[in-house]
């Protein structure tokens, strides 16, 4: 069995500090060849997001449209049995009605998340610095 220690280096072979620079050189490639990778990769995946985006906007804009048209549509219909200023009359109380609605119940679910601050977690974490503290003071009398 040969001992690589005792095996002098054979005249070409790199010294150690050559194989630091290379290897150093070649990590220092490999991380600017990923980092170009995942900002390729991070440019094609935000083109597709901006054009999906867009697309629910104008998905949104359409359905805005069509709701104002349901509501045209309702008046109408409407109109068919009442005069038709009082049919317009009916569908705005019932939209503002439905409107103050679900205003009261935002409302209410806003005032279910204050304070704004995550009131467990701190408790959390304030026990958890009073356990050291009290560990911290056990340990010095032992």
């Known amino acids: 069995m040969v001992d690589a220690r005792s095996t002098p280096p054979r005249a070409g072979d790199p010294s150690t500090s050559e194989l630091v620079q290379r290897a150093t050189e070649q990590v220092?490639?490999?991380?600017?060849?990923?980092?170009?990778?995942?900002?390729?990769?991070?440019?094609?995946?935000?083109?597709?997001a901006g054009v999906g985006i867009g697309l629910f906007g104008g998905a949104g804009g359409l359905a805005f449209y069509g709701l104002g048209a349901a509501i045209a549509t309702a008046i109408i219909l409407l109109g068919l049995a009442v005069p038709l200023w009082l049919s317009a009359l009916i569908i705005t109380v019932l939209l503002f009605l439905t409107a103050g609605v679900l205003a009261l119940v935002g409302r209410s679910q806003v005032k279910r998340a204050a304070p704004l601050q995550p009131t467990e977690a701190t408790q959390g974490i304030k026990a958890d610095v009073d356990a050291v503290k009290a560990a911290f003071k056990d340990r010095g009398r032992v």
């Open 28 to 48: 220092s490639k490999l991380v600017r060849h990923e980092l170009a990778l995942a900002k390729a990769e991070l440019t094609k995946k935000g083109k597709h």
